[in-house]
């Protein structure tokens, strides 16, 4: 046998010249190699930088696009995703760029998209999510793949179906009930309704998943509120795989901190449900005046009653085309696992395929010369007239087996909220309002929604 020690100190040494060859791998050949694949095919994009690829691009366009005011009916494309409006122009509608020494190919037809999401012989699996999202995401229906996600979704899927949602519908009544008994001190006066649409979401998820009110479940939410923004600030920062192993950032301390207080929290939810259990215990004012119309034709001011959401025809072509204007999630991230052809492209593989459906929801060649303006009429005749049956040109919750498994509790939540207060209230615009959607994980409103309310009656509203 050789001596212990030499081999050691070889090993060592092979192991330190490992290093740099993958970091350069990583961050040179294959940046190098992938440009000249897809350039060869006609796939253009701004050049890559070293270890940063294209990240301090795209924040310097996303700071300057968020210093500049937008109107109303200004297209929010160009504000929300700037750096993909600018290299859309500038390259086409199909470009290459990089997070990073991560490759992202953006696909904006809808053959393609379709193609990719449906996913049929398994050769697009979802893109790693960031370091943050990860953390806060584990391993569970949104981030598994194959037969584990299988198991999730299987086991989840029907706590949004049928018997199961209907028995929500009371809960989510009772938080709407509360939040509108506290609206009345605010009659004739200025309201921020985007923070209250965040409470009363919060209300309803905790009513429904553990049975408890928004107070027992506020730490979580709160905790949830300053997480998104440690993913904002670092969504363009490069990451090093390991680093944080040897030194962690100022945010990834304040990060771990967070996600144990929400851990704990939960945990301490679902004990008390346990114990429960074995216990036994614009011109869109018009569309304003036609919504309330048809809600007080079905129900009167009576609570909604589950039978009679289906029949209701002009709150749901409001709902779909805010849906198609804001979608929730303005992108959906694939990679391929190996080499494939897609459309007329041959891809190489761990290439990240960009969809964004806030793109082709804006398509003037898919929606017409107005996509950007705010039309429920578009649906009148349903989503599948308004698209000509073609899925890939609205998918607000996405396409295929990974479409959003709480896309059905969603809209039904939308529905009663809606009805509510529509059987209690007008509301206008406050001229303080500010127009600013803006990506912070999901998209919101950067400066709130402040409205002004107007009592339709002066009794306490349907019962």
Known sequence: MGDP???????????????PFRFLHRFWWTPVYIQYRLGSQGIKGPSYKFIHGNTKEMLKMRNEALSKPLGLLDDIFPRVLPHVYTWMNNYGKNH?????????????????IKEVLNNRDGSYLKASLPFYSMKLMGNGLATSEGEQW??????????????????MIPEMIVS?????????????????VSEEFRLLTSDIISRTAF???YLE??????????YSNIIRRNIFKPRFPGLSKIWKTSDEIEGDKLLGVMHNSVMEIIKKRKEKVKLGDIDCYDWQDKAREEVIELFGHQNPHPNDLSKLHTISMIINEALRLYPPTVAFIRRSEREVRLGKFILPANIQLFISNLVVHRDPGIWGDDAHLFKPERFSGGVAKATSNNVAAYFPFGIGPRTCVGFNFATVGAKIVL???????????????VHSPVINFLLVPQHGIQVILHSLQSDEGPS
Request: aromatic content about 12%; hydrophobic content about 40%; glycine content about 6%.
């Open 5 to 19: 020690i030499l081999i050691l100190s070889s090993f060592v040494c092979f192991c330190l010249l490992l290093v």
């Open 217 to 226: 479940g506020k730490t979580i939410f709160d905790m949830m509120t300053k």
């Open 150 to 167: 299988v198991k999730h979704r299987k086991l989840i899927n029907p706590a949004f179906q049928g018997e199961n949602l209907e028995k």
């Open 419 to 433: 009805i509510m207060i529509l059987q209690r209230y007008r509301f206008t615009f406050s001229p303080t309002y």
């Open 176 to 192: 709407v009930e509360l939040m509108l008994r506290s609206w009345k001190k605010y009659q004739a006066k200025e309201i921020e």
């Open 211 to 213: 049975g408890s009110n």
């Open 96 to 112: 290459l760029s990089w997070r990073g020494g991560e490759p992202q190919l953006l696909i904006t037809e809808p053959e393609l």
